[in-house]
């Protein structure tokens, strides 16, 4: 079940490879059910963030911001 959040102007979460160890702590604790960071069902809320043990996740600005 997805929650109904509105999304801050296009951020989205980033990923970055060399930290991650694959425990899925960002997946499990994301309020939009994703299936993997920076999905398009990303709202860019950063609970993500704060749940991932080697802080592998940033959240991408919009362009130009």
């Known amino acids: 079940m ?4 509105a ?14 160890i ?5 997946v499990q604790t994301c309020p939009m059910d ?8 990303c709202i ?3 609970v993500c963030m704060a749940a991932c043990p080697t ?3 940033g959240i991408r600005r919009p362009f130009g911001k």
């Open 22 to 26: 694959h425990c899925s702590a960002c």
């Open 34 to 41: 994703i299936r993997s960071v920076g999905d398009k069902e």
């Open 44 to 46: 860019g809320c950063g």
């Open 2 to 5: 997805r929650a109904s959040i």
């Open 7 to 20: 999304r801050p102007a296009c951020r989205r979460a980033r990923w970055i490879s060399a930290p991650c």
């Open 55 to 57: 802080k592998a996740i």
